[in-house]
């Protein structure tokens, strides 16, 4: 094959590399979100490409879900538990994405060679790793939204909601901590590559334990007070059920939905905060040490 | 980070710093049990509007100083500036006028196709997203993938995966692009087309300047304006390529091809009136991988004679025989004492 080689003109002209060099503010900020959905497109393309997923993450996480259903009826447990356990399998797709898809790409993109092009790209690394949450959270809301309907119509879930803006409040604030945590968790698998990736895996069965993901955490005492400070998926997924579940006397020994609101904004904030150090950080291990944006080293 | 001090915009190539511009670079890799020095003391200027080679054995140090240069790496020692922009301090301005392209590259998703992927990339660059559709459409003319416009990355081949990569690095019209090894373990069409592309981009917009590393010596003779020979991290010659072939001392120079060589080229090195004989490390010597090249350098043709009665005693058949002008390779065989295919180290 030969190529026709009609080189393509500079699509922005410009007389001198540094004129080239002198970006507005405008077109920082505009380049920052174009790399957001540049590097959020490629998750949302195999989302429609590799339908496998329908099997995988839907399909076999809702039997888990379908299982604790049918405890909670064979014990004859309040009807809300039914939903506490559909809420927490719809829930269970973010936290899956988050612990493995985003905590794992960084280190993926590694592998790779997209690194270096990231690196080197003129972007924000944050807006890198803003495009994958947002890649990520794409299918998560599929999934999530398929085990609700399915399970709510399935089970004959019926929620008693009073406040609709606090609810979708809280869930918002809920995936903002969640990804806010995958975004640190990239940093961190990027830096101790298979020892972080030892550790998720041995914590997930923990974590989803004392999040309470087929349960109310405050059945946990202190455990689950632990688990509602430090775990957004424990203290977003209670919050929710409180929410969705008004006046259900199964709410016991937790903070208010208002208090748990206040404790993800804290977990949002303070997760970004440390995602843009560590990110920075990380960019500077890589230029002083060279081993991070090295295939392989 | 601060902004640099904008210079006022040149109106010629001749008003512009110098493209690259390196002083002292050394580049240490901490490493057990010892340290690497991968560059010891570089200097290079490379001005505006050059095609500038580095042409080294792998683990000569090309690759690290790319990195340093692409802002991927900071040096240990020295100083960098690529079009006057320091790489330690003013990241943000280079990043937006360069790109970098390396052989094996396998950046991208596999279950994108070429369109996507491309098009994907050109939102790193800030290219508005019709914008962005329009130039991936011209790049893939550009390179010949019209073909494979919608196939998956995933199953392109070498060349194709590569053509894709130099689209990628053209898609933000970089005033300078780095091309580590770019047509590495293409064939020889392909190769051809890459270095068409590039040489045909760089001449379309005066003060384009391209850094190109390679090991294939006769990739870096056609293309390059200037070339720097590296070795062990040092800069041993620079120079154009005709004056650096000029520093090879007078004689005649033979490209032999032979069926076998088990004795190895020792013996015919020794023999007298042999100045050098080395095993050639271009591919293109010896491309079916059934015969093996030596290049000799000899006092005069005469020596020729005795060359051919050694070789008959190792029973070596000699299947072609070419008296050829000095080439780069021989160069680097004379500041160094060996050969390309000698050099033990990995790349750095």
């Keep these: ?297 | 980070m601060s902004a640099p001090a904008a210079p006022a915009t040149p109106s010629s190539i001749d008003d512009l710093p110098p493209a690259i511009e390196v002083r002292g670079v050394r580049r240490v890799y901490k490493a057990k049990p010892n340290p690497v020095t991968a560059l010891d003391g570089v200097d290079l200027d490379v001005a505006p509007g050059e095609l500038f080679g580095l042409l080294g054995p792998n683990g000569a140090g090309k690759t690290t100083l790319i990195k340093i240069l692409t802002t991927l790496l900071l040096p240990t020692d020295g100083t960098a500036r690529v079009f006057g922009f320091d790489v330690a301090r003013q990241t943000t301005e280079i990043r937006r006028i360069m790109n970098i392209v390396s052989g094996g590259e396998q950046s991208g998703y596999g279950l994108l196709q070429v369109r996507e992927q491309l098009w994907m990339f050109s939102q790193f660059y800030g290219i508005p997203v019709r914008e962005g559709w329009r130039r991936v459409d011209e790049l893939i003319d550009a390179v010949g993938l019209q073909e494979q416009r919608h196939q998956k990355i995933s199953s392109l081949s070498t060349g194709q995966r590569q053509k894709l990569n130099l689209a990628r690095g053209l898609m933000n019209d970089p005033w300078i692009l780095f091309l580590d090894e770019p047509t590495l373990g293409l064939d020889v069409s392909a190769a051809r087309v890459v270095r068409d592309l590039v040489r045909g981009w760089q001449a379309a917009v005066p003060g384009r300047t391209i850094l190109l590393t390679s090991h294939y010596m006769a990739e870096v003779d056609e293309l390059c304006d200037r070339l720097a020979i590296v070795d062990h991290g040092r800069i041993l010659a620079l120079g154009t390529p005709t004056e650096l072939k000029q520093r090879v001392s007078a004689g005649s120079i033979f490209r032999l091809v032979l069926d076998a060589l088990e004795g190895g080229v020792e013996p015919i090195a020794a023999l007298p009136g042999v100045e050098r004989a080395v095993l050639a490390a271009d591919d293109a010597t010896a491309p079916d991988g059934q015969t093996v090249a030596v290049n000799l350098q000899l006092t005069d043709d005469a020596v020729l004679g005795s060359v051919i009665t050694a070789l008959a005693a190792q029973d070596a058949h000699i299947v072609a025989l070419q008296k050829s002008e000095p080439t780069l390779e021989d160069v680097f065989v004379e500041l160094v004492g060996r050969g390309f295919g000698d050099a033990p180290e990995g790349d750095r």
């Excluded at chain 1, 559909?86 to 994405?97: S, Y």
């Excluded at chain 1, 947002?134 to 998560?140: E, H, K, V």
């Excluded at chain 1, 918002?172 to 990027?190: D, E, I, K, Q």
Aim: charged fraction near 15%; include cysteine; charge should be positive.
């Design chain 1, 1 to 297: 094959m030969t190529a026709t080689l009609r080189i393509p003109e500079p699509f922005h002209p410009t007389s001198s590399p540094m004129e080239a060099a002198r970006w507005t503010r405008r077109r920082k900020l505009a380049t920052d979100l174009r790399a957001v959905t540049g590097r959020a497109y490629p998750r949302v393309i195999g989302l429609i490409r590799e339908p496998s997923w329908l099997l995988f993450e839907i399909l076999l996480p809702f039997l888990t879900t379908s299982a604790f259903v049918f405890v909670y009826r064979a014990l004859q447990a309040p009807p809300e538990y039914v939903g506490f356990a559909v809420l927490g399998g719809a829930m269970t797709a973010f936290w899956l994405n988050v612990i493995w898809m985003m905590a794992a790409q960084l280190y993926w993109e590694k592998d790779q060679g997209n690194l270096d092009i990231y690196f080197t790209a003129p972007v924000s690394l944050m807006s890198v790793l803003f495009g994958m949450a947002i890649g990520g959270l794409f299918s998560s809301c599929l999934r999530a939204a398929v085990v609700l309907g399915v399970g709510t119509v399935l089970y004959d879930v019926v929620f008693t909601v009073e406040q609709w803006g606090l609810l979708i409040g809280v869930f918002l604030l809920t995936l903002g901590a969640l990804y806010g945590l995958g975004m640190v968790l990239a940093s961190l698998f990027l830096l101790f590559g298979r020892e972080a990736w030892h550790l998720t895996q041995a914590m997930q069965e923990p974590v989803y334990f004392v999040s309470g993901l087929n349960f109310p955490v405050g059945r946990l005492g202190m455990l689950g007070f632990l688990a509602i400070a430090l775990i957004p998926l424990a203290v977003g997924l209670d919050a929710i059920r409180q929410l969705a579940f008004a006046g259900s006397a199964a709410h016991v020994g937790t903070p208010s939905p208002e208090v748990e609101a206040l404790i993800l904004v804290a977990m949002v904030v303070v997760s970004l905060a440390l995602a843009r150090a560590m990110i920075h950080r990380l960019e500077w291990l890589a230029r002083s040490e060279g081993r991070l944006t090295v295939r392989g080293g």
